[in-house]
Every structure is written in structure tokens, then in C-alpha cells.
């Protein structure tokens, strides 16, 4: 990789982070792509791929040009982690544009394996994954701690080629696009936006209980408005949003139905990416929850 494609490299994965800490987290993540960049990743034969409802499938089905290993270890928050409704679209994009070319391979080191298997029934997710129990893939490997770089494209031999979660960043997505196929993806030009709100408090809400908010994003600019993804910081907060070009002076409307889980209050974040001047704009969702 050059010095350039470096260095742009290094400025799309940290694109989210607030300025003050912008230093540390490049030269983070300049050690990590260092590090990872040609790297082999070693995966445990004795592992099988299994889909929810069906059980093991065969490991054939991996065997593409390219592959995206996703790593989810046990801390934090599970939910929050696996993006599964995002994942679901990248894949139906993956189906229609690079059949054959590009599989995902999904490793999880459950703490919970009823909790993993609840959240992929809730989400209807049946891609295959690989249940790793006794977390062998990270013992061989020895992945970086931060979940943006628990991601990795892979070639035919398993070798680094890029680092990053497509979930987080569409920009990240894009660069994968442009491995995968060989051309340069083409750039949309830019618009601005403005929404009819920028914060959203539910108020007092019940634990298990469905909540939606609608935020509506005006096309201010001269140029037709493209959503790319729409991403919220908390998995138990599903989005959905306008797919379509948005004109100038029309509305995109954004939905976000947040199911708590756990009471106390909560303050989320959702991210808006498409081709507006300050992508991604962060949109926020505020309350309490009780029993």
C-alpha cells in the first residue's frame, strides 16, 4: 500500500472520532494496519459453519476470492456489537453485485450462546456462522482488543489485505468494494441537509416495549441526496430510512425503533452516511427506562 493510499487509508477508519483524540487513535490505527497489512489469519480446523435452525452447513460455501472475517468477542455488549440488520443488507448487496466473489465469515465467542441465538431469531438472521465456544480463533490469532478492527478483508490465502467494519463506516465498505472489484468506486457529488431535529427524548418508557421516532432530513443543497446507511451506536435501536434519491427541497424520512433492554436512562447515537458535506450527520435519542 502506498504512502498515500496509507495515509487515506488510516483517515477513513478514524473518520469518526472527535478531534481532540484524532492523534491517538491514527497513530493507533496506523500500528494496527502495520501490524495486520500481509498478515495470514490462522482459523481453527475443527470449527464447523452452522445457520440458525438448520445446524452445520459446509465450509465449501467459503471459498471465494475474498473473504471478510468478522471477529465478535464476549465483553461489552453483544447486541450492540453485531449490527445484524446492517449486516443483512450488506449481504443482500454482496448476493446481487459480487455473487461468488466475496463470502463473510462470522466468528463469535459467545458469552451467552441462548442470548447469540435469541438476537439471531429476533432478527431472522440465517447466514451461517461459526459458534467458537472456546475462543480459538482469538487464541491463534491475537486480534486487536477495538471492534472497528475486529474486521479484516481476506484474500484467496487468507492474507490482510484491509482492516476495518463496513457496519461502522460505509466508507470502509467502499474501499472493500473497490479491492474486490479492481475499479474505483464512483463518488457521488455532495449535498447539504438539515434536520427537523437533532435530539429525540422518549421520555419515560417501559423495558420490552417498542418505541419509534421519525427524524426528517431536508435536501437543502443543489445536488440529489443518496443515503447510504444508517447506523445506531445501541443494537437494540432499529433503523430504517428513505432509499431513494431525495431532490432538492424534498424529505428523507429516517425511523428508529428503540426496544430497551435494560432500565436506567440511556443517551444513543445514530449515524447518517450519504453524500451530504458533514457525513455522517449525528442524529440522538434520549429517555429512561423502567420495569
Not at 448487496?93 to 461468488?100: F, H, T, V
Not at 424520512?253 to 447518517?272: C, Q, S, Y
Request: net charge neutral; with cysteine; proline share 5%.
Amino acid at each position: 500500500m502506498s504512502k498515500l493510499s496509507l495515509n487515506l487509508f488510516l483517515a477513513i477508519i478514524v473518520v469518526s472520532f472527535t478531534a481532540c483524540k484524532q492523534n491517538k487513535k491514527e497513530d493507533y490505527a496506523r500500528k494496527i494496519v502495520t501490524e495486520w497489512m500481509g498478515r495470514t489469519v490462522q482459523l481453527p480446523d475443527n470449527i464447523l459453519p452452522s445457520v440458525l435452525n438448520e445446524g452445520t452447513v459446509s465450509s465449501v460455501l467459503f471459498q471465494t476470492p475474498y473473504k471478510i472475517l468478522v471477529y465478535t468477542d464476549s465483553t461489552g455488549c453483544t447486541n450492540c456489537k453485531l449490527k445484524l440488520s446492517v449486516w443483512k443488507n450488506l449481504i443482500q448487496e454482496i448476493d446481487s453485485l459480487m455473487p461468488n466473489k466475496l463470502s463473510i465469515l462470522f466468528y463469535f465467542h459467545p458469552k451467552n450462546e441462548q442470548e447469540l441465538s435469541y438476537l439471531f431469531r429476533r432478527e431472522n438472521f440465517d447466514y451461517p456462522v461459526f459458534i467458537d465456544m472456546e475462543n480459538q480463533i482469538d487464541q491463534l490469532n491475537h486480534f486487536p482488543s477495538q471492534m472497528e478492527y475486529q474486521c479484516f478483508l481476506l484474500d484467496k490465502d487468507n492474507k490482510v489485505v484491509l482492516i476495518g467494519n463496513p457496519t461502522l463506516n460505509p466508507k470502509v465498505w467502499e474501499l472493500y468494494k473497490t479491492q474486490i472489484s479492481g475499479e474505483k468506486q464512483e463518488q457521488q457529488p455532495v449535498t447539504t441537509v438539515q434536520p427537523d431535529k437533532w435530539t429525540y427524548d422518549y421520555g419515560t418508557i417501559r423495558k420490552g416495549s417498542k418505541n419509534a421516532v421519525v427524524f426528517s432530513i431536508e435536501n437543502t443543497g443543489d445536488r440529489p441526496l443518496v443515503i447510504s446507511q444508517v447506523s445506531a451506536s445501541c443494537g437494540c435501536t432499529n433503523v430504517s430510512w428513505d432509499k431513494q434519491l431525495i431532490e432538492k427541497g424534498q424529505r428523507a424520512k429516517i425511523t428508529a425503533e428503540m426496544t430497551p433492554e435494560e432500565t436506567g436512562h440511556f443517551n444513543k447515537t445514530i449515524e447518517v452516511f450519504g453524500n451530504m458535506e458533514a457525513s455522517p450527520l449525528k442524529l440522538t435519542i434520549s429517555g429512561r427506562v423502567i420495569e
